[in-house]
């Protein structure tokens, strides 16, 4: 190989210096957006902290592939003209990634989340799960499977969302449905009793107990377990209370309640039928 004919081409040197370039361009990005991620979040939420990491590691390898094709000769108003045409062309063949962008903006703005909030996106009963990331296109959830789930900006500011995490409290309720015969004014004073005794439980809302319908046969009721708790004590609760009132069934020997079926014999009817006299006879 001959050093000197390489060395010796200015055009060759040039192109050197440009992969040289955008290599360290591509470095650079990455360890811009992992000193962004590093940063501690004084004062404002981590959410915008990695949206501005993905933002920043784009615009830093954009602006390393500029460099390099003006290391090589290309001129920069022709370049910025390039890339206004393909920007313009990209921006409509990519609509959906565009607004996804525009949703992540909107997202950072009006903060209806932010990163360590559980949310469900969806209809109730949707997708849940703990914030995790909200970056430039997508936002990313761990659900309590430990599942992560990736949602688009675009998609989660146009869907409804519930955001668990938005105020201290949570409101436990919890439906127990019980036979007529029990002893209901006792078990419900032992529920109340449970409710007043938990420390978990807040006493302003005060927690109370409250029958909230029958059973369609009419041999039973529901009985509901209001109580108020702090957001991040609601699982731990929301289970303590199950397995509690589980153990109070237990020692009120309590039966469900259960559906009545009445079998009619088709002839006897017949002949109950047949003796009904006709008041108009």
């Known amino acids: 190989m001959d050093w000197n004919s390489i060395f010796s081409n200015a055009f060759l040197l040039k192109v050197i210096a440009a992969v040289v370039e955008l290599v360290i361009g591509m470095f650079a990005a990455r360890w811009v957006s992992r000193s962004i991620l590093r940063m501690k979040p004084i004062g404002m939420e981590k959410g915008v902290l990695t949206f501005a990491a993905s933002a920043s590691g784009i615009l830093v390898r954009i602006f390393a592939v500029v460099i390099a094709l003006g290391q090589i000769g290309a001129k920069m108003d022709v370049l910025v003209g390039a890339f206004s045409a393909v920007g313009l062309g990209v921006s409509l063949a990519l609509k959906e990634s565009m607004a ?19 949310i469900e996106y969806g209809e109730p009963g949707g997708i ?27 998609s989660l500011v146009s869907g409804n969302i519930v955001n668990y995490s938005a105020n201290i409290n949570r409101r436990i309720v919890i439906s127990v449905p019980v036979a007529g015969s029990i002893r209901y004014e006792s078990f419900r004073k032992s529920l109340q009793d449970l409710l007043d005794s938990t420390k978990e439980i807040l006493k302003d809302p005060k927690p109370m107990t409250a029958v909230s319908g029958f059973t369609a046969a009419g041999n039973g009721m529901i009985i509901n377990v209001i109580a108020y708790t702090r957001t991040d004590k609601y699982w731990d609760m929301l289970y303590y209370l199950n397995e509690q009132i589980q153990h109070l069934m237990v020692e009120y020997a309590m039966e469900q309640p259960t559906d009545l079926v009445r079998i009619i014999d088709p002839q006897m009817l017949s002949k109950d039928l047949a003796n009904v006299k006709n008041p108009l006879s």
């Open 100 to 118: 996804n962008v525009a949703g992540g903006l909107q997202i950072l703005i009006t903060k209806p989340f932010k990163v360590g909030d559980y």
């Open 128 to 154: 849940g799960g703990t914030v995790k990331q909200i970056e430039l296109m997508f936002t990313s959830l761990q659900t309590p499977n430990l599942q992560e789930i990736v949602i688009p900006n675009a």
